[in-house]
């Protein structure tokens, strides 16, 4: 049956433990952050703005998990030539910020996780907590 | 793991196949029609624009597909006390109009179908047509 | 000192027990639903879609906690001859659905919390569940 | 009779028989895309989204696609200095990237076809096929 295919989705219960964890991973490195997990239609299933968590960081961390579970790949590495093209094209939401990455279960993408309001670097230190709290990868 | 749950998703060989079928009936029917075909989550997967469809049908179809997807029941049994507060509440987006389908395969709601330019009747009618292509429902 | 006042705002760790306790009351009633917790400013805070809980609830369960923190009294109330009114004026996000709540603490009006997926009356139950959990009222 | 004039347009068969064809030169190259094809009045006639397309092309090879028909010509031409302007301006419909073409026959623009998810060139390639299927031109 070609019409139909196989598929995984991500729980509730799994985008909450994902937020949990990147919360727990934030509070180590010591940088509100604000979390978005959507799932692989790019709509949102968890989220959570800590207390020092940016408000710009909403909208920002949302954008960076469409553009992981969209590209399949972590956030930011589209080359420079065609970055704001692409931003352009997407009205804002295929970003080239870093920590924004797709959620691989046995090597489907079934969501995103983005963050922000720290440091790239931060951000996607808190991002990746979030993926290994329910046993995924990042890659396929 | 309760993580990650067990899905099934729509091909565009599926969707192409639903295009196909409504376009079809809607000849049979004489009556051209906007037939949009998308995901779970409410994301574009397929679409036409017969030649005499309605140009707002597009919009329209689009948002009758999203509206059996996300309600998990056929558009237009909202009851009248709610509708319009249902309508502003989403942008629009939720309809009370006929011929927004749910598709169900094995009880799991894996898109919908939204038809416009015809009257309800037709319009389902034609919906129906694309869901029947596949083999699958639009009830559980 | 009347140029700044003394104000309170609902911690993450706050918002995130509303959820899990929405949720919790959720699984209850044995219906899955979106839940949205916003601060004062109308910013989300924290978000939870149930596996169940529909698509487009995103969007309505967010606008009632708007409703709720922007009115300071539970949706719904609104009167039948200026609800569409207001409904228009505010691009949707004033809504007359039920279960959007204004957070009290200590008469003040903190946050809002907003649920969607249900009939009227299960997503009451839901956000009422919620706003106890942090030992607050929807009430001054 | 001046006030009108002969035109010609696209019709819905037209517009699958290029989605066909693009989907097929898809599957030769092996990368899953996002298609586009649009009227002269830069509406949407058909669309597909195969299996691999990415999320947030569905936006961008619609804006391609309203690209090739607005300007006549290939997408990607716009000089660096006022690329962004043109994007800005037109709300990012106005995209530089590449694969948005122009339908042309006999000399008259009748639609476009935008195409996404792959490199420039394949995309390119994939939008051509669309536009050889019905003995078309992307040049006057």
Redesign the interface.
Known sequence: ?????????????????M??AA?AKAGEIGV?MCISVV?????????????G?K?LS?DSSFNKA??G????VPSGGVPGD?E???A???????TNLKAGLPIY?EGIV?GGIGVGSGTGEQDLEVAKAGIAA???GYEP
Chains 1, 2, 3, 4 share one sequence.
């Open positions: 049956m070609t019409d139909v295919a196989k598929h995984l989705r991500l729980t509730h219960a799994g985008a909450l433990k937020i949990d919360v509100d799932d692989d239609g790019g709509n949102l299933l968890a989220f959570v703005r800590m207390d968590g408000l909403i469409l553009t579970v969209s590209g399949r065609v704001f093209k692409l352009h094209a997407t009205s804002g939401k295929l279960v079934i329910i046993g995924a």
